[in-house]
């Protein structure tokens, strides 16, 4: 997979790697993401120990870390370290006269295998490094983990990291980058894969898009068949309960007590499940904007991967498991343009968040009941900038255009949180443009604001 974006983070770690002092960095981020890829990027032209950390002994891992002395140093064949610290002490000496980097990858593994790891990173942190040019690089997967236990306040190692990265998906612009397709293939790979860059450079932008996802998805071979399934498997215990609780959120049950009563769990049980998928950052509990009633709370998949998976593939595998995918892509035919609502709304979100002429402080959508209309209600995105304007967004990843009905509707619902004579502006997202008269009404209000998907992919 070639090197795409990533170049404000890239020019970071140069200006860390030239540092005359010892350097502590901390890079995280979820699996898949590119945080390996990104090191590995940085490190070029250094003098590097590269460690990629495992589920295995305290044995193997002093084993292991023998070998990645001798690799990255051209020296040392036949060393072996009795403990962690004398492999840290022939590190830092190492790195007294000239920058040496070290990279310990995967570090939650790492500290898995040497149960005392942090504490002996602590000693040499505050003792031995700060004498020497060495550059620290800790990364794992588990977010959770390197938030708390790395970085957290209780952590042994708080407060000495002289920089940290947490490695974020791929832009809609970084994904066009790496894909090469269409605007419209565009958003949907972003879509599905949530820009994890691994996930984008599996789709060929010279193929078929439909066949694409059969490729990857639909078929026992397929790369992305198995995904989330493996992944999960590394996370967590239990992953059959995750996987249940995963496929009633992607089809749209979404409260807490209709999630423990349609999956079998306890109210107890299930908030344990939805926590713990929040840490690993597949899933968000939401509120409508402004509101602070918890009873209002809905819980959803955030990431792209997980809410298509577990809405089109995981209910299905029984039939792709005996080679009928014709069955399943038929289905997701019909169901697809639907499916993009939500992940359209996100992109659109994003859109905003990044605009330079915005300054977005708050940002969400709202659903409630309407009391002119007396029908429940929702917006698609509202948002606050500092100086107080609210933005209204209405967001339509269809093959109709978007006419005057759909602004006169945002208008009306945006009555349920403006307040008096409040102004608000009001976005319109569209897949396929805008009819000749909502175009002609736009121009005559400059608080109508019509974005197509050349202004996303912009």
Not at 146 to 172: C, I, N, W
Not at 254 to 280: V, W
Not at 350 to 357: A, C, D, F, G, N
Request: charged residues 25%; proline residues 3%.
């Amino acid at each position: 997979m070639r090197f795409v974006g990533r170049e404000h983070e890239l020019k970071e770690f140069h200006e860390i790697f030239t540092s005359p002092r010892f350097e502590f960095v901390i890079v995280y981020g979820r699996r898949r993401v590119g945080k390996t890829t990104l090191i590995s990027k940085a490190c070029e032209g250094y003098r590097t120990i590269f460690h990629l950390a495992a589920k295995t002994t305290e044995t193997k891992t002093l084993s292991d870390l023998s070998t990645a002395a001798a690799a990255g140093l051209d020296e040392g064949f036949g060393l072996s370290f009795t403990t962690l610290e004398v492999f840290l002490e022939y590190v830092a000496e190492k790195a007294v006269e000239e920058p040496l980097i070290l990279v310990i990858d995967e570090f939650p593994f790492f500290c898995a295998s040497i149960p005392e790891a942090m504490g002996v990173f602590q000693r040499c942190i505050d003792l031995r490094f700060p004498k020497t040019q060495l550059k620290l690089v800790l990364s794992g997967s588990s977010v959770s983990f390197m938030e708390h236990q790395v970085l957290g306040d209780k952590s042994p190692l708080y407060g000495r990291r002289t920089a940290q990265f947490k490695v974020l998906p791929f832009t809609l612009q970084e994904t066009k980058e790496l894909y090469g397709g269409s605007d419209i293939d565009t958003i949907r790979v972003q879509a599905i894969t949530g820009g994890v860059p691994l996930y984008v450079s599996y789709f060929s932008s010279k193929k078929n898009f439909e066949e694409e996802i059969t490729r990857l998805f639909f078929r026992v071979n397929g790369l992305l068949y198995n995904e989330p399934m493996n992944i999960l498997n590394m996370e967590v215990g239990q992953p059959q309960v995750y996987f249940t609780v995963l496929e009633l959120l992607a089809h749209g049950v979404n409260k807490h007590i209709e999630i423990s009563d349609k999956s079998g769990l306890s109210p107890t049980q299930a908030s344990y499940y939805l926590s713990t998928l929040r840490e690993l950052g597949l899933v968000t509990d939401i509120l409508p904007f402004r509101e602070r009633n918890k009873k209002r709370t809905r819980w959803v998949i955030k990431d792209g991967l997980f809410l298509f998976y577990f809405k089109h593939v995981y209910p299905y595998r029984a039939l792709i498991e005996r080679g009928r995918n014709d069955g399943v892509t038929a289905q997701l035919k019909k169901s697809f343009s639907t499916h993009m609502g939500k992940p359209f709304e996100e992109i659109c979100k994003e859109y905003l968040m990044v605009h330079p002429e915005l300054m977005i402080i708050e940002i969400g959508s709202w659903w409630g009941s309407d009391p002119h209309s007396k029908q429940e209600e929702e917006i698609d995105i509202v948002a606050r900038t500092a100086d107080g304007e609210l933005i209204f967004g209405e967001c339509k990843f269809t093959n109709a255009q978007v006419c005057s009905h759909e602004l006169n509707e945002l208008i009306r619902k945006s009555e349920n949180i403006r307040k008096g004579n409040q102004s608000g502006r009001y976005y319109l997202f569209s897949k396929s443009g805008f009819t000749k008269e909502l175009i002609r009404r736009s121009k005559e209000r400059e608080e109508v604001v019509r974005v197509s998907l050349d202004d996303l992919m912009k």
